[in-house]
């Protein structure tokens, strides 16, 4: 081989090295348009949200909203919307009695945790939300509509109504809806201080298929209410006690043995639906007879559905039952 054929098969291969590379160049910039336009796009007609089970593109106006608790339902329903359907709690009262102006008719899709997943593909949801969502159920969920997974605490239930509402664009209406709250809570504080002086309460629930009953501490969201009104707590005694060592639980389950820690001024009592056996296992017994709150004839009896979970709203109906039982008469 001379030297020329030599040089003329190096400047070949550098010309072919050369276009190898302005090619690649030309598919990464290609590729990068395309990705931004597809970013774009997705943008246009998404929201990407980040939750306890991951990411979800939603809709920026959703219509189709599911909810797969009373909890998220609530919440809904509070910052003006109108989701199509949800489920109904397995043991504790229904909020659709308070609901039911605000949401008209909707559809059933069964007990929380087993909902109906065929009725949820026929209903097409543009967005499904929910507080008790497990992975199992997130996955399948996923692939029927965007779905998010809302943190729930009992007694952190404003900071959850921010959440829902920063996701749904609502975010001045959160701030509506929590202000009115606190005018009420100030003006029922004033009045129960005027005519009442401090309260202690206890608030029990009773539940459906056992002969248990528990009063609800600091850690519940009824007791976050009444400590919002500041004058009205629980008993201290109540306080110190704990269903689990070092636990945050919202209750703890009482035997007819200690009834005595149910002694307070006044006492609510949230009756789970069909729970009125339970009650009277307790209701015989010459202990509870014997209750000072009792004999006094303080005792109140309120629905579970408000009074054990919620958000704004219950916590406008647990303040109307305040009213009602404390005063006889409808508070502003």
């Not at 910039?29 to 990407?48: K, M, N, P, W």
């Not at 504790?92 to 997943?117: F, Y």
């Not at 029927?144 to 729930?152: H, K, L, R």
């Amino acid at each position: 081989m001379n030297k020329y054929s030599c040089g003329k098969q190096l400047k070949f291969g550098l010309l072919g090295i050369l276009l190898a590379i302005l090619l690649q160049n030309c598919w990464v910039a290609g590729d990068y348009h395309f990705q931004s336009y597809r970013s774009e796009l997705i943008s246009s007609t998404c929201r990407v949200v980040s939750h306890r089970l991951g990411e979800s593109c939603i809709a920026r106006n959703p219509q189709r909203i599911i909810a797969m608790d009373q909890e998220s339902l609530e919440i809904l329903v509070s910052l003006g919307l109108h989701p199509i359907a949800t489920t109904i709690p397995n043991r504790v009262g229904s909020k659709t009695a308070m609901l039911q102006a605000k949401t008209g008719e909707i559809a059933n899709l069964g007990k929380e945790g087993s909902p109906n997943l065929e009725k949820i593909v026929q209903l097409d949801p543009d967005l499904i939300v929910g507080m008790f969502i497990s992975p199992q159920v997130y996955e399948l969920l996923s692939k029927i509509a965007p779905t998010v997974s809302v943190e729930y605490s009992q007694t952190e239930w404003k900071k959850t109504l921010r959440q829902v509402a920063n996701l749904m664009n609502q975010s001045a209406k959160a701030d509506e809806l929590l202000s009115e709250y606190h005018q009420r809570v100030q003006r029922l504080r004033q009045q129960i201080a005027e005519k009442m002086g401090g309260l202690e309460i206890t608030v029990m629930r009773f539940y459906t298929d056992v002969h248990l009953t528990q009063f609800l501490n600091q850690n519940s969201f009824v007791v976050s209410i009444l400590e919002d009104l500041e004058i009205v707590t629980i008993p201290e005694h109540q306080r110190r006690q704990r269903q689990v060592p070092y636990s945050d639980w919202g209750y703890i389950n009482i035997s007819l043995e200690h009834l005595d820690l149910l002694e307070s001024d006044i006492m609510f009592i949230a009756l789970d639906p069909g729970s009125e056996s339970s009650f009277l296992y307790y209701k015989e017994s010459p202990l509870w007879q014997n209750l000072e709150v009792i004999k006094s004839d303080q005792v109140y009896f309120v629905d579970s559905g408000h009074w054990i979970f919620g958000n704004v709203l219950s916590a406008h109906a647990i303040l109307d039952d305040l009213c009602q039982h404390l005063f006889q008469k409808k508070c502003p």
